[in-house]
């Protein structure tokens, strides 16, 4: 971490909190939840936002959608971390193995490139999207809600990889781990895996 942050051994109150919240979730404190130490209560609120989009959306569709702007945003951590809830909280590892195999998106069924590439699309420059990328979206099943909660995935996930890559927050060795060496790499698409 490029900034000095609060251990958990001396975290009080929100801060406390949010550590345990992640623990909780992770088994350990990851990496990324020390990047809050200054400001706890931004931690929460990002922890409602993120919440409040993934569980008003399809979960799957949320990890595919926040995969794509990940790789696209060079977030090593967002990319291993959502291949792991692709693979472990949807029960989907052929779908993540096929992202992991073919970071093109090139390997999904029609449908779910299409948000993945949307989401890249998205998080890479929002405002070169067009009428004509919806409508496609559209034409592959998606309501406006839909496209809607891709977009509100993204933009969340942007905030997210900035704070993270922004401080110096690197992928918890633990969740590297949870990856054949050959997956992992391709995972690493900007800041590389922490040797913690």
């Known amino acids: ?50 919440k409040t989009v993934r569980d008003g959306m ?30 472990d909280a949807c029960g989907d590892e052929p779908t993540m193995i096929a992202i992991a195999e073919d970071p093109s998106g090139g390997r999904l069924n029609d449908q779910d490139r299409a948000v993945y590439e949307f989401a890249a699309r998205v998080a890479k420059d929002a405002a070169s999207i067009e009428q004509s990328d919806v409508d496609r979206l559209r034409e592959l099943g998606l309501s406006d809600r839909d496209v809607a909660d891709v977009v509100f995935a993204v933009a969340a996930r942007c905030f997210f990889t900035r704070v993270l890559d922004g401080l110096g927050a690197q992928l918890d060795a633990q969740t590297a781990a949870t990856f054949a060496p050959e997956i992992l790499e391709t995972m690493v698409v900007g800041r590389p895996a922490g040797a913690r």
Not at 9 to 22: S, V
Not at 62 to 72: L, V
Request: glycine residues 4%; contains cysteine.
């Open 58 to 87: 399809d979960r799957r569709r949320f990890e595919i959608a926040t995969i794509g702007a990940a790789r696209a945003l060079r977030s090593t951590y967002c990319t291993a971390a959502h291949s792991k809830f692709l693979r």
């Open 1 to 50: 971490m490029f900034i000095e942050t609060i251990p958990e051994d001396a975290a009080e109150g929100p801060l406390a909190e949010f550590y345990q919240l992640q623990k909780g979730v992770w088994g350990f404190l990851p990496d990324f939840a020390t990047a809050f130490s200054t400001r706890p209560e931004i931690a929460m609120a990002w922890s409602v936002l993120n």
